[in-house]
């Protein structure tokens, strides 16, 4: 079997589980955080990590090992972490398909779910809520019928406990990922700091990307190949720097914790598209989120497929 064959069947694989271990580690351990400042943006990105590792080991055959151990740490560093302590979180990466039959720990609508039904069985979930205990406290995923600026959010979400946010820059087109932000003290405050660390980031992802455009400038079958991906790689990744560094309507759904009663009366806030409440006992910590784009309508797409 030819190295490049082994590649397109393995090396795909491993950077996907680099890349869910890495975001798992970063819920964990606040060190993390610096970790994945520290690498190179291409290496932590879903969307092009693949590539990248393709066309290095294509490059280095010395290093066609690398996929078969890039496997082997990340399924043991996976079976460490959740043997260490079963009650620990399973983090699922925003966008991954959580399947056709959620466990009691997702929230958000199922792929191939139709958007209204998940709206109808969200408010249903709530009232059910409401009536069996008004005043007990519980997780629920609020989503937003549209993108909103952090001041606009700020006051969406007032007199709300937010755990955490989601985000995504609309006008960086249909490439730009939606992604998580843990809130740690006060919700402006981080929504600031994530959108100050984006910015920054994302423009750092642009000129990595754009250096790998410059060096595949030759006209081999495989910089054909590669080109392109990197080519919008860059572009997706220059625009979501513009768009967080002018303080984007990007905010798309949060993570809360209250009363059934008070979410009831956060559902009635214009603007708020769904409120699903997860099963009683269950922290922010401990739950799978798929979240509802704003742009997503009729049936909710498979992962990749566009709204």
């Known amino acids: 079997m030819k190295l490049a064959d082994l590649d397109d069947r393995f090396v795909p694989r491993a950077a996907a589980r680099l890349r869910g271990w890495v975001d798992a580690a970063e819920r964990r351990r606040a060190s993390a955080v610096r970790l994945r400042d520290e690498l190179r943006p291409e290496l932590l990105d879903e969307r092009f990590t693949h590539m990248v590792l393709v066309h290095r080991l294509r490059?280095?055959?010395?290093?066609?090992?690398?996929?078969?151990?890039i496997m082997l740490v990340a399924g043991l560093g996976a079976a460490t972490v959740v043997g260490r302590n079963a009650d620990e979180?399973?983090?699922?990466?925003?966008?991954?398909?959580?399947?056709e039959r959620p466990g009691p720990g997702s929230?958000?609508?199922?792929?191939?779910?139709?958007?209204?039904?998940?709206?109808?069985?969200?408010?249903?979930?709530?009232?059910?809520?409401?009536?069996?205990?008004?005043?007990?406290?519980?997780?629920?995923?609020?989503?937003?019928?549209e993108y909103r600026t952090p001041d606009e959010a700020v006051a969406l979400m007032a007199g709300f406990d937010v755990d955490r946010v989601f985000l995504r820059a609309p006008g960086a087109g249909p490439e730009a990922p939606a992604f998580p932000v843990d809130v740690k003290g006060s919700l402006r405050a981080s929504l600031d700091k994530a959108y100050?660390?984006?910015?920054?980031?994302?423009?750092?992802?642009?000129?990595?990307?754009?250096?790998?455009?410059?060096?595949?400038?030759g006209s081999s079958e495989e910089n054909r190949k590669y080109r392109p991906v990197y080519e919008a790689a860059a572009r997706t990744s220059r625009l979501e720097s513009q768009e967080f560094g002018r303080g984007c309507a990007c905010v798309l759904g949060a993570l809360v914790t209250a009363s059934p009663a008070q979410l009831l009366t956060l559902r009635a806030r214009p603007g708020v598209r769904a409120v699903e409440v997860a099963e009683a006992g269950l922290t922010a910590a401990l739950v799978q989120v798929q979240p509802l784009l704003p742009e997503v309508v009729g049936v909710v797409p498979r992962r990749g497929g566009k709204p």
Do not use: H
């Open 59 to 69: 490059q280095q055959p010395a290093l066609a090992g690398l996929a078969a151990l």
């Open 89 to 99: 979180p399973t983090v699922v990466p925003v966008g991954v398909d959580v399947g």
């Open 107 to 145: 929230l958000g609508p199922r792929p191939g779910q139709a958007t209204d039904a998940y709206e109808r069985a969200s408010t249903q979930g709530l009232v059910t809520a409401v009536q069996r205990d008004p005043a007990g406290a519980l997780v629920a995923l609020v989503s937003l019928a």
């Open 196 to 217: 100050s660390d984006t910015a920054r980031n994302r423009a750092a992802a642009s000129t990595q990307y754009q250096a790998y455009v410059d060096r595949l400038a």
